[in-house]
């Protein structure tokens, strides 16, 4: 019950799902093979079971004090995290002559997947340096790199992102911290922070925080917001610390989950000598802090994953070991019990559980595979390409895991009846940790008005033109296999059932956006649905392929993907026939309910 992955899936997905392998081809992989990805993910895998998974529950119990002076924890974090540096994962994307592994970013994140798995609240500190690591080398002058960018790669410094502020929550066109200009080119920072995962801790010798502010005279809104380097202990030229900066702990906010993960309220320059770095251009904050809130965003739906998955192997485990009643035409008291994977209703939540967890690993590391075109791509076409599916399908990688691997934490919990809400029993942990990527970067809300409102139809609608012509892609191929071929057919009415949704509403949009957007979320499940039917008819073709390879050993493994697959296409792509009937309604049932009337 301790399984932090199916090692057997995982390399399914990243060899014969998004043949992975193909990228040492690319000069900037050639020094790679599939050897030397596997013994990284040997060494994720034994560190993440060694070192993460260990104090997963103790670091539950006994989450972080703060006693006014400094944040306490558990010793274990701290020696978790050192191996986790000291084993180069933090730069392991990075260049090999800035201590990198140049690893693609597909593997980092398999490889960072693992220690999810095993311990989100630890891997959090980590993941949050990274995506705040790649934001300094994508836009911090060359000093800002030599100043911050090696210590946050070796671990020394751990890093965040500081958006949010009390009175504003998610709108940051309200955020009120200041950014005041100085003499010598730094700037004055005051204002408050909160819910900064990260925040405060022992575990490094500085932190860096990415703090959005706007600098007096500004743009109104968004358009007024600059970022800005504030490090919790200043760093002088030669890279040694200097003085505290004047960023305070003002407390800790104590969640259902992720309780090893400090969540901070922090007070710059409450004494008027907090001092900053404007990265970049004034005024062009968010679109730098976007970089690292997508990496966020795609990180999150992978949390999400892994703790559906953690959930769906524990109870996959209890089902096999668990002896409980007899079969329905079994009437005999003095028969021996079976075990509850015997059961249908049983294997009906383990294959909604497979499907959700399968389905959303699959997404998280193809879009991780996109990343890696970015980057890679062959020719300029192929590169922006890429990235217009990625800009696609973020929304759908952060919220469907979000939404759906949680439910399958729900049912690894009814699996296990009585015992699953106790403590004895891992899985009332996933849930609660689960429970916080819903709200984590962005609500499923916010990532709905970003999905229908701007994603789907920017330039035209190029990103989701560009999404049906990958999607027909695989249709094609699965029209000629006859065990697939009705779920190309069905796949395809669903595609269009999308576009035509986006011609009834489309014109909306323009005239009344309100009424278009009021059920924007419905959009996301409906859209998500089809990502995920998608998703799986590629995994159901790669699992033919290895059937006709004829692999004996991998038999049952590979009919596990067709059993989850056709779950998918019966009882989940079916809905989203009803969702598109009530998104193309119009429905305006949300907007003339009077808040009085509650």
């Keep these: 019950m301790n399984a932090i992955i199916n090692r057997r899936d995982l390399e399914f997905q990243l060899f014969e799902v998004l043949d992975t392998e193909s990228?040492?081809?690319?000069?900037?992989y050639a020094e790679h093979s599939k050897e030397t990805f596997l013994a990284v993910l040997d060494t994720a895998e034994a560190m993440a079971t060694e070192k993460f998974a260990p104090h997963n529950r103790k670091a539950d119990e006994h989450e972080p004090t703060f006693d006014g002076q400094r944040v306490s924890m558990i010793p274990e974090v701290k020696e978790a995290l050192k191996a986790f540096c000291d084993a180069g994962f933090i730069a392991a994307a990075h260049d090999f002559e800035r201590g990198g592994m140049q690893l693609p970013v597909v593997m980092t994140q398999a490889a960072f997947s693992l220690f999810k798995s095993a311990n989100v609240g630890t891997a959090a500190y980590p993941f949050l340096t990274i995506g705040n690591a790649n934001v300094i080398h994508r836009f911090g002058s060359e000093a800002q790199k030599k100043k911050y960018l090696e210590p946050l790669l070796t671990g020394r410094f751990f890093g965040t992102m500081a958006l949010t502020e009390p009175q504003a929550g998610s709108s940051l066109s309200d955020i009120t911290t200041t950014a005041t200009p100085n003499a010598d080119g730094s700037y004055s920072l005051s204002g408050n922070k909160i819910f900064i995962s990260a925040g405060d801790h022992e575990l490094s010798e500085n932190i860096v925080h990415l703090v959005l502010a706007k600098i007096p005279g500004g743009p109104p809104g968004v358009k007024g917001i600059s970022l800005f380097i504030v490090p919790k202990f200043r760093v002088n030229d030669d890279g040694t610390l200097g003085q505290k900066n004047d960023v305070t702990l003002t407390g800790l906010i104590h969640k259902m989950g992720y309780r090893g993960t400090t969540s901070t309220m922090l007070a710059f320059g409450e004494k008027e000598q907090c001092v900053g770095e404007l990265v970049g251009e004034p005024h062009k904050g968010l679109s730098y802090m976007f970089h690292m809130m997508n990496e966020a965003r795609i990180g999150v739906g992978m949390g999400a994953v892994m703790l559906g998955y953690r959930g769906y192997l524990a109870s996959l485990a209890y089902a096999q070991e668990r002896p409980q009643g007899r079969a329905p035409t079994n009437k005999n008291p003095v028969d021996p019990q079976i075990s509850i994977i015997e059961h249908a209703d049983v294997r009906r939540m383990l294959l909604a559980q497979k499907a959700y967890v399968e389905g959303g690993y699959a997404l998280c590391l193809y879009c991780a595979r996109l990343v890696d075109e970015t980057k890679v791509g062959a020719g300029e076409t192929a590169i922006q390409e890429a990235g217009l599916l990625l800009d696609l399908l973020t929304p759908i990688a952060k919220s469907w895991p979000s939404q759906w691997c949680l439910e399958a934490n729900s049912l690894a919990i009814q699996i296990h009846g009585g015992y699953g809400y106790t403590r004895e029993y891992p899985v009332e942990q996933f849930y609660r940790d689960n429970r916080l990527n819903p709200i984590h970067e962005g609500t499923h809300g916010i990532q709905a008005l970003d999905l229908l409102g701007r994603k789907a139809i920017m330039n035209n609608g190029a990103a989701m033109k560009l999404f049906a012509a990958e999607v027909q892609k695989t249709i094609a191929e699965a029209k000629a296999d006859p065990a697939l071929a009705g779920y190309a057919a069905e796949l395809g009415t669903a595609l269009g059932d999308v576009a035509s949704t986006l011609q009834a509403i489309g014109p909306v949009l323009a005239s009344n956006p309100t009424l278009a957007l009021a059920n924007a979320v419905l959009f996301l499940e409906a859209f998500g649905h089809t990502v995920l039917a998608w998703i799986w008819l590629r995994q159901a073709l790669a699992a033919q392929r290895g059937l006709q390879r004829g692999a004996a050993a991998d038999a049952a493994f590979y009919h596990g993907k067709l059993a989850a697959?056709?779950?998918?296409?019966?009882?989940?792509?079916?809905?989203?026939?009803?969702?598109?009937?009530?998104?193309?309604?119009?429905?305006?049932?949300?907007?003339?309910?009077?808040?009085?009337?509650?």
């Design 565 to 598: 697959c056709r779950w998918f296409y019966r009882w989940e792509l079916p809905k989203t026939r009803q969702w598109h009937e009530l998104l193309r309604s119009l429905d305006d049932t949300t907007l003339t309910m009077k808040p009085e009337s509650f």
């Design 23 to 28: 990228l040492t081809a690319r000069p900037r």
